[in-house]
Structure formats: C-alpha cells, structure tokens
C-alpha cells in the first residue's frame, strides 16, 4: 500500500500527518511513570486496554493529579479525539474518544489525532482499522518481543480520502454494522448472564422441576445448601479420572491420531466432530486410554491464573481416533450415576468450581493435581432431573451459539464492506 495505484475519481492520497497538518493534531501521549499516578487524583490517565478496535472500551482505572498533569504539560483529550494504539493487540486499532465525567490524558503508546472540518472523524477511524492501513502498520513496525509502531512511521502511511460528504455517507453505512453488532453483542451478555443466573439456581436445587422433589429438606455441608434428597459425591466416586500425557508431536514409530487440545477445550464447551483437530501421534496404549467418548468431560489442569483453572467441556458423541492431549484431564462418568451433560455445567457453578481455585498450586502458572481433583464435591441429583436440568442449559447455550454466529456474520460483512468502500470499489451516492 505504500504505492497507491489505482485512484477512485475524485478521491486523493493522503497521509495521516497531510490531513492533521491544515488545523489539526496528530501527537503522542505523554510519559506518565508510576511515580507520577495518584489513585486519587481527578484526571484520568487512559491506557492501552481502553482503546478498543473501533470502540472506546474504558477498562483501565489510573489516574494523576492536575497539577502533575500541568507539571508535565500533558495533552488533554477532548471528546472526538481518534486514539491509536502503537502497540498491539492488535497494533494500530483506533477508537474515537467518547469524552468522560472527568479531564484525560493518555499514555505515550496511544497516538493522539484530531482532525479539522474537511475530515470525518469516523470515518478516518475506519480507514485506519481497515485491512489496508493496518497491513502497512504491520510492514512499518519494528520490535521482535513487544512490536510497536513509531509516531513518525504512523503518520507517513498514504491512505485513499474519499471528498468529505463520500466520507459521511461512508461512515453512516459502516456505523449501521457497528450498531448491529454492538446490539448483538449485548444480546450475548444478556444471554449469558441469563443462563449464568438460571445454572446457580438449578444447580444448588434452590429452583426445582416439579415431579423431582421427594423431600422439602435441606442439608447444610461445607459445599453450600442443597436438597435433602440430592447426593454430594466426590469426583472419584461419579468419574473415572484420566490426566493425559500425550504432546502434540507427531513420531514416526507411533500411530497418527488426531489430537483435543487446550485451546479446543478452553474456547469450547462442546466437543464434536465438526471441529478441526491438531494431527499428532500416540501410542496404542494412549489410544486406549485417552480417545474421547460421548459425555467424557474434559478440564483444563493448568492455567495462567487461578480462575481460569479446570475449565470443562463436554464430548457429544464418540470420536474415533480423537485423543486427549497435554495439560488436560478426562473426567468418564460413571453414566448411571451422573450425565456428562450435567458434569460440565455443574463444575461451572460457584461452589464447585471455587474449590478448583482453591487447590490450585503455582506462582506464575497454576495446576492441579490428581488427588486434588479426586477430592472435589459435587452436587448429585437423581439421573433423571439431571438430564432435565442440563436440557434446559444446553437450550440457554444453543440460543448463545445462534447469536455468536450472527455476530461472526455480521463482522464478515462489515469487514468486506470496508474494503469495497474504502477503497472505492463500490462508490456510494451522496
């Protein structure tokens, strides 16, 4: 991109610092150290985590006294000012600045533009988050271990400008995609949140089916409040507990297999055929003991922090030549005791999963061993309620999965659509 070839009618090349040049901005952020922040000041030091890929996210929480503020003569943002992270990820998202209850500053890693009135602010947003201008940041950016972008590099990246009122009408049509997918995207939350309150109430027997209840009791156990008619089994008792050994290398004196591995289960709460499975290999006794089955559960037994320890997932049907790999444990239910549906939910609730947190042993990295997982408690209703109570959740994650995939659709065709409009492949009538 760094030779335009081909330019739409009407339309110019242009560089960020060119169109920031005639009344505009285009700086840094300021050098703020930590000795500088104040928890308790009034000017809000935006960070690298607030600048989203098109959105301003606000999830940073530092902040500086206006007199350091003055001392070090930092710029204030003012609402309208497009941020531009030089650093990833991904390097080069920008946001527009929604402006806050209080005064802002940002960090010397966000590149401050503030356009004049021949330039839409959105939609120069869009055109630097465009796979063109991002593709050249990338070309342009130095660092092997933290890869940044330089301020200087940054403003010298020729952009097609489209004349202001092409810019709006642009602007308009890709903000109606990012209105829709910021609606959907609240859907999923809401979704989420709607199912996450309905497990807690399921799953502790605060809310019951009828025809299940045999008894009105409650029993009171370190594990919490639960029906006096429910079970509290360990893990070993309702599971056959498998921690599997098997890497992702492929070695010529082994079987070729197809390997489930941390990120599947991570990113996954079902496990299926449908999915795109590492090639590895394994021996026959790996084969034997660690190729997945219908309702096996799987959890993550190590992680980066302690929350995320012993996420699970649930295999819906057998598969053939799928095997669990490293850093991941089986869970086989004992089927007339307990559903593997119900197990993958159930070691999502509170009170189980807040004792995997608990045994949860590192520094930096944490894991699990295997008589810690033996000894976790779980809540045991009747097989039948069960099924019943892992129906009604898994209809609460196929509702999740039809928005997810409406998202995915949505940013496809927004992405597509920036190209042709940006480039002015197709040309909008204003």
């Known amino acids: 991109m760094s030779k335009i070839k081909e330019i739409p009618k009407g339309w110019k090349v242009s560089t960020p610092k060119e169109i920031t040049d005639r009344g505009g901005l285009m700086t840094d952020g300021d050098w703020v150290e930590s000795k500088d922040q104040d928890p308790n000041g009034n000017i809000r030091l935006v960070q690298l985590a607030d600048i989203g890929d098109g959105r301003f996210l606000d999830k940073s929480s530092r902040y500086m006294t206006e007199e350091k503020a003055n001392e070090l003569k930092c710029t204030h943002l003012v609402k309208g000012d497009i941020l531009i992270a030089r650093m990833p990820d991904p390097l080069g998202r920008a946001c527009i600045f929604p402006g806050l209850a209080i005064k802002a500053v940002t960090a010397v890693d ?4 503030r356009t004049n009135d021949q330039v839409d602010d959105y939609w120069l947003v869009h055109a630097i988050n465009s796979f063109n201008f991002r593709k050249e940041i990338l070309r342009r ?32 049509i890709l903000g109606a995609w990012d209105k829709a997918i910021t609606l959907t995207e609240r859907r999923i939350e809401a979704a989420q949140q709607r199912k996450k309150a309905l497990m807690q109430r399921l799953l502790s027997g605060h809310v019951r089916f009828p025809g299940f209840v045999r008894s009105r009791k409650a029993q009171s156990i370190r594990l ?14 309702v599971t056959e507990i498998r ?13 070729p297999v197809l390997l489930c591995n941390y990120m599947d289960v991570f990113n996954n709460d079902y496990i299926h055929k449908q999915i795109e499975f590492m090639e590895a290999s394994a021996t026959q006794t790996e084969i034997e003991k660690f190729t997945l089955k219908a309702e096996d559960v ?28 490293y850093h991941l444990a089986v869970l086989r239910p004992r089927r007339n005791i307990i559903s593997g549906f119900f197990l993958k939910d159930a070691l999502r ?14 520094i930096t990295r944490f894991g699990l061993t295997l008589p810690a997982v033996h000894s976790v408690l779980v809540p045991v209703p009747p097989i039948e309620e069960q099924r019943k ?31 042709r409009l940006l480039t002015g492949r197709v040309r909008v009538n204003v």
């Open 110 to 113: 966000v590149c401050i533009i």
């Open 349 to 362: 609730s509170f009170n189980v999963h807040h004792q995997f947190v608990k045994f949860a042993n590192g």
């Open 243 to 255: 921690s599997s050994n098997v890497d992702k290398k492929t070695k010529p004196s082994e079987q």
């Open 141 to 172: 950016a130095s660092g092997s271990t933290r890869t940044r972008i330089s301020r200087r590099n940054l403003e010298r990246i020729p952009s097609l400008v489209p004349p202001l009122p092409e810019q709006r009408k642009i602007a308009e």
């Open 224 to 237: 919490g409040i639960y029906p006096g008619d429910w079970k509290i089994r360990r893990l070993s008792d």
């Open 298 to 325: 799987i959890i993550t037994k190590d992680s980066e922090t302690r929350e995320e320890i012993a996420e699970p997932c649930v295999v819906t049907e057998d598969l053939e030549n799928v095997i669990c790999g």
């Open 389 to 419: 109570i892992a129906a009604v959740l898994q209809t609460c994650d196929r509702e999740i999965d039809l928005l997810i995939q409406k998202l995915t659709a949505l940013q496809r065709q927004k992405k597509g659509l920036m190209q």
